[in-house]
């Protein structure tokens, strides 16, 4: 009898008492990342903007405009602010576009981090594994460059040495840094985009994960805004080489609400700009003058714009397929910048060639008059700038164009507001394309303050 | 582990040595020794053959065994309060004596039997710091809830009203952050994991709250916020069948829905009027997303547009301002609720058998028309005693089946204060909700189903229904191995499984406008991508636990002076939650039948065209608890004057991500106590009981939201709007220092009585330290997180738990009077960063403030504004102060100012509170009520938040005391509407020092009414006690220190008055 008990209850204690016991997860969608599934599901993370970009800067620009109805309509201060180049941007110490920025840094150095510690088995996982190292240094490359675009003074090689921002390269949070100088900056970026080349697949299944394409159209996009036009050229022919095709805008339905499909054939790489509540407002009005410069047979402006009445045109042409706007890596840019850098390499000829290219696709065949080769240099430049606002409006281009474009006398403009009849001037070069640092980063890191 | 193993075979070893045969002649004689007045075992009493040194101690059933020679002797039982008994036997019995103990009236009261959930002791021979309840003061005021009836009337335990949450209690401060801040609930000796409302309090016996660190410190790791123990009744021992019964009916007050004032109709009606005309709508109405226009924006749009003319136009806003839509909720949606409450129960006991069996029904009807829950509770006790009553084999069954019903759903979306609900005839009025009016009605013109809501429509008519049920049973056995040594065992099994049903049938808004939103536009037609029929919700949960725990107990007392009582054991915790929730579209209820929807594909909505997926509604949920611990602890008592004790535990659990040698924690106790009344020197016979008590240690706190590795957790697809692809985010950047939290307490204490009675009570006081606390440390947004959490802070704090009881009258009219007094001062001694200044300023809103950040040298609650400067005489703008002068810079003001700079008033929760009961009873009457008082903390007023106005909603009713013109400056505080959106303004207003008061307040808590009769009193009654009674709750502030609020801690939703009467009766 007694000795039964006593192995009753050891047998009881058994049950419980194996190294295990302690080691069962407290819930089961917890996990310590560890597989390449892991790392993968990181990057593949929307619902925390892994695909996003800034998108307060747009209000800033010459492409739109608002009535004081509408600035107030928009229910947020910070957009109101930004639209007047006011002194103080932001309502609060954050701001979501450097926020969201340097989650997706986070993010990208988490997964480089726990990639080296990752034992992979067979060849399947280990091309895996390299390609999610590679989706990790484009996200790092292309966020750093987001910053850079917005927080960081435009870049010009004579100052190098001017600010650029927070370069992270490492998860550990308490790893402190300063602002790096802007040349470090992009050394940074670029360093970061070419090594993604190379790991980075040539296809993918979903356009929201970085493809070698997607990292060349990248590199074209910033050594354009840097100058670098050889290396530009370089990188977007490499897109081209992929054997991408124009769309055909002639087929395309002007009647739907959102003109195209979200992942069309012209996508290489799916961002979207962070939601604003001026994205799809009703009183957020095209510049008349850009209206006025589509020409006849130009389909850009039946699917690009909707007529609202009086006041103007609203935007509907999101490469996003709906009210989000389209800020990623696609086709029509890569021809521009092939464009222009060929210009700008003094090869009028053949930049005009592909902006003729692109054009081709945009206008009624009947109707459609290629440009003429035969401009100097700057008319050429002149026409494909121009040609380069009428096809990227609305994808997070034309604020970082006025800021490299405003360096050079000849293509610089004075932005002008007149709100319930009050003027507001931007001049070409102001300090106040610099947003300011969120006050938060000035408190906790000490980083110095933009100067506006 | 293996280490356990070994401590196990030692006591086993122990535990089956041979029994040590006896020469001479002599039996085994057995006894319980219990409490006369309410037949509580007392353990730790001396028994004692007259004239020998024989003796034995009773154990915590209060039984004792004692071997005796064969023939006649005299028994003597004595324990400190009660008057000795003696008993002549003859040796051979097979009888269990049975030893009633009187109270001693000259000395204590009463004795009191605390429970720590591994042993029950008196009071008397603990030294830590316990609050008791007994069956009187448990069974005092009517509820459905068990952890309501601790309200004012346990010592250092408060119901903190700052957050929002029901049921928040503290005892003794806050000691932990970011870590579960609740007690741990400890039911029938194991940890209790289900939802506290399924224990039906007539079930309930006593409950003993565990305060200090000896007190609490068996429950290791998880006692750092006290504990609280509840016992239920079972059967005694000899005590006959007896058949109790309680009855109950409350009835609560109708919610007032004016308690929280509002804007009225016919100021809206005007601020609405005023920002058309500045065109603040225009934007919304042209909006591609259709969004809500309010009535009288749609009347204005039509005045403009020339559709009704001027005349009309008035008419038309004249019939908004006449109305309230709260009138409408008070009519058709509050009621007085009535909560009913029946108990039955039996309870019986021989010499080998005791048993209890109750079953209890709850019946609430809610304050909202047509919801309504239930419990049925079913209690079985049972426990056998064998071998010579050195066995004892118990088992329990505790089996509650509940329900809640709620076909009514409170009107939602209703933004403007004038709306009607229902036509002049009480027909159910269409109201716009989510979009506008003429869009719906277009979009039924075109096919679609109704758009419009119908809230009276609906009242009544929903189908939401949860039920569950929760099983507890109990296994024990308990085995004198030799003579003080006991060995036992314990297993629980504990499951509780929930289901939910929520039903929405084609006539409610839900489902048409998932309907209509899903409508998808195609060439020759509309096509639906939600089918029509009900959209059904189901859930379920199923968790299930397994409590083992074995311990070796030793009790002894020899020479008559030596006491001792020990044990040591080991304890297995496993507990697995899963759940689910499923949805069905389609669904006809008739046939059961669902229909599938494509989830995988975007669709356009309807009214936007943006690009959506179908709501999924399907989610998993698996959570797994692991818990092993040692323990032990003893305690010696030296010529009944001196103890001391100690006690020692190490948890380990499963935590994520805590390094294995972090999985565990020593955490450990000492104490003493001393009756200086009983020294001889001791001469003051005014106070004839005097004992001092001291006690240090260590309990913990659990976190599970942090971890030592990089954490992160897995999203489903479905909420991966663009690819549909599973996706993962990280909780936690790596933190390879995580500690486990630990609260060093120190407890002094005093117990004292006077002569007969009069007058006694005990003091305590006690610091908290609270070291390795998790805290939040901000961080700048470029490191890719706002915040990390890890062990950041410590706190201290310290208060006094104060009891005071007098017998004022002590005749046949009886008075007497009971003073509960808690002070309470809480530190954080260091913290390593300081937060934005914004961060301090946004807790303290009474009822939903946030948790704010700690900062060193300030309560973990502390209440900090912006200094304020009056408003603008010109404009009626809040004016804060920036380097001296005034200011009205608010983003600056709000974000950027120094935290020097800040208004700090003090605590947002009280610091000193309690409770005054008086009780006075006449013959069969007693009349008893409470008054509770809560002092020296600050409340936030609530906040005016003009943007509201401005994104379409509405405002609070400090609207109509704004600035309107130069000089209303000194009338009132209230700043002038802005005539545009003002970055921070309102922030900075609600935040200023002028929204702060102190929240000081003192009210009438209760009163109970009773009368009662028993057979001695009452000849000829069927009952041996009957007792009718009636309570009053929240009966009203008697004072308070400001005029600003109706009710400091109940400013978002009143405290009802309730009014109880009820049966008790006992045969």
């Known amino acids: 009898m007694k000795n039964y008990k006593f192995y009753l209850i050891i047998i009881i204690l058994s049950s419980f008492g194996c190294e295990g016991f302690l080691d069962e997860k407290p819930s089961k969608d917890l996990v310590v990342p560890s597989t390449v599934q892991d790392l993968r599901g990181l990057m593949d993370n929307q619902s925390y903007r892994m695909n996003n970009s800034p998108g307060l800067q747009l209000i800033g620009t010459d492409d739109v405009w608002t009535t004081a109805e509408g600035l107030l309509g928009y229910n947020s201060i910070e957009t109101q602010n930004a639209y007047v180049w006011n002194e103080v941007i932001f309502e609060g110490p954050n701001s979501a576009d450097w926020e969201v920025a340097y989650r997706q840094i986070f993010y990208a150095n988490v997964v480089l981090d726990l990639a080296g510690d990752i034992e992979v088995s067979g060849s399947d996982e280990e091309d895996e594994l390299r390609e999610v ?77 970085p493809t070698q394409a997607a990292a060349y159209g990248m590199l074209a996009r910033i050594n354009l805004v ?66 006025d410069a589509y020409q006849e047979g130009d389909f850009r402006k039946k699917l690009f714009y909707r007529s609202s009445g009086v006041e103007g045109y609203n935007f509907k042409g999101s490469y996003a397929g709906d009210n989000n706007l389209f800020s990623g890596i696609a086709l029509n840019e890569i021809y521009l910048i092939l464009a222009e850098s060929s210009v700008r390499l003094t090869r009028v000829e053949e930049g005009i060639g592909y902006l003729n290219h692109l054009l081709e696709s945009r206008f009624d065949p009947a109707l459609y008059e290629p440009i003429s080769n035969s401009h100097s240099q700057e008319e050429a430049l002149e026409i494909i700038l121009m040609e380069r606002r009428k096809e990227l409006v609305f994808r997070g281009r034309r604020w970082s164009d006025l800021r490299r474009l405003n360096a050079d006398p000849m293509l610089a403009k004075t932005l002008k507001r007149d709100l319930d009849g009050v003027e507001y001037i931007l001049m070409p070069q102001s300090s106040r394309y610099v947003l300011p640092i969120p006050q938060e980063e000035i408190e906790l890191n000490g980083l110095m303050q933009n100067q506006r | 582990m293996k280490s356990s193993y070994i401590f196990l075979l030692i006591c086993y070893l122990i535990a089956l040595g041979p029994v040590v045969g006896q020469e001479n002649p002599s039996a ?5 020794v219990i409490t006369d007045a309410d037949e509580l075992p007392l353990p730790g009493a001396s028994v004692l053959k007259k004239g020998s040194l024989s003796s034995a101690i009773s154990d915590a059933k209060g039984e004792f065994f004692l071997e005796l020679p064969i023939g006649n002797h005299v028994l003597v039982v004595s324990y400190v309060g009660f008057q000795p008994q003696e008993l002549e036997i003859t040796v051979p019995t097979s009888e269990t004596l049975q030893f009633r103990m009187k109270v001693d009236d000259l000395l204590m009261e009463g004795v009191e039997i605390v429970s720590t959930g591994y042993q029950e002791l008196s009071k008397e021979r603990a030294t830590g710091s316990f609050a008791a309840l007994d069956q009187q003061l448990v069974d005092r005021s009517v509820s459905t809830g068990i952890l309501d009836r601790l309200d004012n009337v346990t010592s250092g335990l408060i119901f903190n009203k700052d957050q929002g949450s029901a049921g928040d209690i503290s005892i003794r401060g806050t000691a932990t952050i970011f870590s ?64 109790s019964f309680n009855s109950n009916l409350t009835w609560i007050e109708e919610l007032n829905p004016d308690y929280v004032p509002l804007i009225s109709s016919p100021d809206m009606v005007e601020v609405e009027r005023d920002m058309f005309d500045r065109g603040v709508y225009a934007s919304r109405e042209r909006s591609n997303s259709k969004p809500l226009l309010s009535p009288v924006v749609e009347t204005l749009i039509a005045l403009r547009d020339g559709l009704i003319g001027a005349e009309e136009a008035e008419r038309q806003l004249d019939y908004y301002k006449g109305h309230s839509t709260r009138d409408d909720m008070a009519k058709y949606y509050y009621q007085q609720a009535l909560r009913q409450q029946y108990s039955l129960g039996v309870s019986g006991g021989g010499d080998y058998y005791n048993y209890r069996a109750a079953v209890g029904y709850d019946h609430n009807a809610a304050g909202v028309v047509g919801n309504t829950d239930n419990r049925i509770t079913l209690d079985l006790q049972n426990s056998w005693t064998a071998m010579d009553d050195k066995l004892t084999v118990g088992l329990g069954l505790y089996f509650v089946e509940s329900q809640r019903s709620q076909s009514t759903q409170l009107p939602q979306g209703i933004s403007s204060p004038y709306l009607r609900l229902a036509d002049e005839f009480g027909n159910p009025n269409a109201i716009a909700r989510q979009y506008r009016d003429g869009f719906t009605t277009q979009a039924e013109a075109d096919g679609l189903v109704d758009w419009k809501y119908y809230p009276l429509q609906e009242r009544n008519n929903l189908t939401n229904t949860r039920a569950s049920q929760d099983i507890r049973t109990n296994l024990s056995f308990e085995y004198e191995i030799l003579p003080g040594f006991t060995v036992s065992g314990l297993y629980q099994y504990w499951t509780n499984q929930t289901q939910g049903w929520e039903l929405n049938d084609e006539s409610t808004f839900y489902t048409r406008d998932l309907i209509n939103t899903f409508t998808q536009r195609e060439e020759g037609g ?51 939650t899963n759940g689910g929730q499923d949805r069905y579209y389609g669904y006809d209820e008739e046939l059961a039948a669902s229909q599938p929807v494509d989830l995988a594909n975007r669709y356009r909505r309807y009214h936007n065209n943006a690009l959506a997926t179908i709501p999924y509604g399907v989610s998993h949920t698996g959570l797994a608890d692991r818990f092993l611990s040692y323990f032990a602890n003893a305690s010696y008592t030296l010529d009944r004057k001196y103890t001391v004790s100690a006690s020692a535990r190490k948890d380990a659990s499963n935590l994520f991500g805590v390094e294995t040698n972090m999985k565990g924690v020593p955490l450990w106790s000492a104490g003493g106590s001393w009756i200086v009344s009983e020294e001889d020197f001791y001469g003051m016979g005014w106070l004839p009981y005097l004992r001092l008590r001291a006690t240090y240690g260590y309990n913990g706190n659990i976190n599970r939201s942090v971890s030592a590795f990089t954490t992160a957790y897995y999203l489903a697809g479905s909420s991966n709007y663009v690819t549909g692809l599973p996706s993962l985010i990280i909780l936690n950047p790596p933190n390879p220092e995580l500690r486990w939290e630990r609260i060093g307490i120190t407890n002094l204490g005093l117990d004292f009585e006077s002569k007969n009675a009069r007058f006694s009570g005990s003091m305590e006081y006690y610091i908290k330290n609270g070291k390795d606390l998790i805290g939040d440390q901000p961080f700048p947004s470029s490191t890719g997180i706002s915040q990390f959490r890890g062990n950041f802070a410590d706190t201290q704090t310290q208060g006094v738990d104060l009891q005071l009881r007098s017998k004022i009258l002590d005749r046949g ?82 974000y950027f100012g120094e935290v020097e700079d800040l208004v700090y008033h003090g605590s947002g929760r009280p610091t000193k509170f309690g409770a005054w009961m008086n009780t006075f009873s006449y013959k069969g009457f007693e009349l008893s009520a409470n008054i509770s008082y809560r002092l020296g903390y600050y409340v936030r007023k609530q906040p005016l938040i003009y943007n ?29 509407f802005p005539s545009s959106q003002v970055s921070n303004r309102d922030t900075f207003y609600n935040r200023s020092s002028v929204n702060v008061e102190k929240g000081d307040n003192i009210r009438l808590q209760d009163i109970r009414l009773s009368y009662s009769m028993n057979k001695t009193t009452v000849w000829g009654i069927p009952f041996q006690r009957l007792e009718i009674y009636s309570y009053a709750n929240n009966l009203g502030i008697l004072w308070k220190k400001s005029d600003s609020y109706k009710d400091p801690d109940y400013q978002l939703s009143p405290a009802l008055r309730q009014l109880s009467v009820g049966i008790r009766a006992e045969f």
């Open chain 2, 28 to 32: 085994l004689v057995k006894g319980i």
């Open chain 2, 948 to 976: 509201n106005l401005y994104s379409g909603g509405t405002i609070y009713g400090d609207y109509a005391q704004r600035w309107q013109q130069p000089g209303d400056e000194n009338l009132t505080d209230v700043p002038s």
């Open chain 2, 813 to 894: 009219f009886k008075w007497t009077t009971s003073l509960l007094f808690s002070w309470v001062k809480e530190e954080v001694t260091s913290y390593d960063v300081e937060s934005l200044p914004s961060s301090y300023t946004a807790y303290g809103l009474g009822g939903a403030g946030v948790f704010p950040p700690p900062l060193t040298g300030y309560p973990l609650h502390a209440v900090f504004s912006y200094e304020w400067a009056g408003l603008d005489p010109d404009t009626g703008d809040p004016q804060g102060i920036s380097e001296g002068v005034p200011s009205k810079d608010y983003t600056s003001l709000v």
């Open chain 2, 526 to 576: 509309l096509a639906l991508a939600v089918p029509m029929g009900a959209i059904a919700d189901q859930s379920w949960t199923k968790a299930v636990s397994h409590h083992f725990r074995t311990q070796l107990s030793y009790s002894n007392i020899w020479n008559d002076r030596h006491e001792f009582v020990g044990l040591a054991g080991f304890e297995a915790k496993q507990s697995d």
């Open chain 1, 226 to 291: 840097i100058g670098n036009y050889e290396e530009a050229f370089q990188n977007a022919s490499q897109v081209l080489n992929t054997g991408l095709t124009l769309m055909e805008y002639a087929d395309m339905d002007s009647l739907r609400i959102y003109s195209f499909e979200q992942f069309n054939q012209e996508v290489i790489y799916h961002t979207v700009m962070t939601l604003q509540s001026f994205h799809s407002s009703n009183l957020t009005f095209i510049d008349s003058m850009l209206i």
């Open chain 1, 133 to 209: 190292k590679g989706t990790a240094l484009f996200l790092r490359g292309r966020a750093l460059f987001d910053v850079m675009e917005i927080f960081a003074a435009p870049y010009s090689k004579e100052d190098g040495e001017g600010l650029g921002v927070v370069i992270r390269t490492v998860p550990t949070i308490t790893d402190k840094q300063t602002r790096s100088s802007s040349k470090e900056c992009y050394e940074q970026i670029l360093a970061d985009l070419e090594e993604a080349v190379d790991l980075l697949p040539p296809i993918s299944l979903f356009p929201t994960r």
């Open chain 2, 180 to 243: 579960d801040a609740q007690p741990l609930i400890v039911i029938d000796n194991f940890p209790y994991d289900g939802p506290i409302e399924s224990i039906n309090p007539n079930d309930v016996e006593r409950i003993t709250v565990l305060k200090d660190a000896a007190a609490a410190s068996i429950w290791g790791a998880r006692a750092g916020n006290g504990v609280i123990v509840i016992t239920t009744k079972s059967g005694k021992k000899g005590q006959g069948i007896r058949v």
